[in-house]
């Protein structure tokens, strides 16, 4: 997947040489030739839409990536269209024979040191940036975090200096749900805990109501926190209510800024790096441009010690063949089958089908279905072994290339990731997201030109220059690295620069609401 285009003419580029389908650069009228195959268009072709190279007769297996996006729900021509009006999603890819699956590429395993500056704490956790945490147990303590950090920033702006920021991180669960274990109240204390103790984080306030579910003593215990200078817990009703809340708040966290302001980044391994990987608003360009280089860049930080965290199980699904004979060992690749196995359990028990996914603008941008997303998602995963499979914000603890069990949407798979120990975020994107993530730094990688021009205040890379043949993936793969260590070390990505990141903190709501 990370290899290079096969073939280019300008007008469209065919991805790997057993594919029935090429992808248009441009808009394509009819009667326009085309270099590859030497076929002419015989319909209107949008950019980064599917253009057949080969005759496909009806219920014959279309290819792209090398591998099945689905079957033909009509005899298709060479020169025309390829979407939904002619493209079904078939069977699951795991049903197909075994003469479609490609081969599997070596992992990358070498490279020299490289170093960043990054900032240790005492636990020996390593982070790339420097933020007091203000988070609720539950949703009726927001807003009084938020008027904490609004009185921090009024009354001590000069404490502000010396550290990245207060983030005040509301949700909306922590009550109205079982209180044993399991479902949206499960995912959520995996997340506060995660947070609680994120490297990126100096310190952090937990604040509760008092009557809520999420009780903040469970909350710390789960997470195996106690309270000290970094970790500081109250409640609004034993305080007796939210002026006293507030002001001893806001003193906690003076002391906090204090404390953080005193901290000094220290140049470190890029081993110590925890990377989450995401893709949103995707276009067909993204499995072909932002996503293999981002996977390039990906099998570096892995070849260095570093850690890259994939997500978004429903976005896997129909390549997850790919993922799995990658897998460390037979248990690893069990559980990585097994969370695919859940949501289709998990989409049928609700009446939704996981091929509901494509978004109306992922189709608009040439993506039909589930499958050919899935191919290209998966190549933001480089070429390594994976070496173990999460649950939702479970805390990360082996090295390497490792999976999540996440939803797609962006924020909760993200909010995942962070709460698991990703202190870098790469975000491709192929129609343009603006989101960030506080604590950690998202960088925005734009699949397309055009997008990126378009928006380029919110854009930290433009990967579309690979399909203008204007530099490799493997070029773009370095230059995302390098971009991932200067981050790292303190320079500031665009969604930084907007101060994104605090209402974008999204634990799943899943499960049953009381």
């Known amino acids: 997947m990370n290899g290079a285009l096969i073939e280019n003419d300008g007008s469209a580029l065919l991805i790997h040489p057993r594919d029935s389908v090429a992808v248009a650069l441009r808009p394509l009228a009819p009667g ?55 493209l079904s999603m078939g069977p699951h890819r795991a049903e197909l024979p075994g003469d479609l699956v490609s081969s599997v590429e070596e992992p990358a395993r070498e490279g020299a040191v490289v170093e960043f500056k990054g900032i240790v704490r005492p636990d020996g956790r390593v982070g790339t940036r420097n933020y007091i945490g203000i988070i609720p ?33 509301t949700h909306e669960g922590g009550c109205a749900a079982p209180s044993s274990s399991g479902g949206g109240l ?38 195996g926190l106690t309270q000290g200078p970094t970790v500081r817990a109250i409640g609004i009703q034993e305080l007796g209510g939210t002026s006293r809340t507030v002001e001893l708040g806001v003193q906690i966290v003076k002391e906090m800024l204090d404390n953080a302001g005193k901290v000094k980044r220290k140049v470190m391994p890029a081993s110590e790096i925890v990377l989450g990987l995401e893709c949103g608003g995707s276009d067909a360009f993204s499995g072909i441009t932002a996503n293999p280089a981002l996977g390039v860049a990906v099998d570096l930080l892995v070849a260095h010690g570093g850690t890259a965290i994939l997500s ?70 480089g070429t390594t072994t994976l070496n173990d499979v999460y649950q939702y914000a479970e805390r990360v603890r082996e090295r390497g290339f490792v999976f999540m069990n996440t939803p797609a949407y962006d924020l909760p798979s993200i909010t995942a990731m962070v709460a698991g120990g990703a202190t870098v975020v790469c975000f491709t994107t192929g129609c343009g ?6 604590p950690s730094p998202v960088i925005k990688i734009a699949s397309n030109s055009p997008m990126y021009e378009r928006m380029s205040e919110d854009m930290d890379i433009n990967c579309g220059i690979i399909a203008e043949g204007r530099l490799s993936l493997k070029a773009m793969g370095e230059k995302i690295f390098r971009k991932i260590m200067a981050v790292a070390s303190g320079e500031k990505t665009r969604s930084e620069i907007f101060d994104y990141g605090e209402v974008e903190f999204a634990p799943w709501q899943m499960g049953v609401m009381l």
């Open 32 to 86: 326009t030739p085309i270099g590859i195959k030497n076929i002419v268009a015989r319909d209107d072709i949008q950019t980064g839409h599917k253009i057949a190279v080969q005759l496909i007769k009806r219920g014959s297996p279309v290819l792209k990536y090398g591998e099945f996006i689905g079957l033909a729900s009509a005899d298709i021509e060479p020169g025309q269209h390829v979407h939904l009006h002619n």
């Open 137 to 169: 147990t539950v949703a009726c303590a927001g807003t009084v975090c938020r008027l904490i950090a609004g009185d921090v920033s009024k009354r001590y702006p000069e404490l502000l200096q010396n550290v990245d920021g207060v983030a005040a991180l």
């Open 186 to 223: 499960d995912s959520l204390q995996r997340c506060l805990g995660g947070f609680l103790c994120h490297p990126n984080f100096g310190g952090v306030l937990l604040v509760g109501l008092g009557c809520e579910v999420n009780q903040y003593r469970f909350q710390l215990e789960r997470a």
């Open 312 to 381: 978004e199980t429903t976005e896997i699904y129909g390549a997850e063949h790919l993922l799995a004979r990658r897998a460390r060992n037979p248990e690893v690749e069990r559980k990585l089958l097994e969370c695919v196995q859940w949501w289709e359990a998990f989409a049928d028990r609700h009446g939704y089908e996981i091929n509901n996914n494509p978004t109306p603008g992922n189709k608009a941008g040439g993506l039909t279905t589930i499958l050919e997303k899935s191919l290209g998602a998966v190549a933001k995963a």
């Open 433 to 438: 997201s603006t989101v960030g993530c506080k």
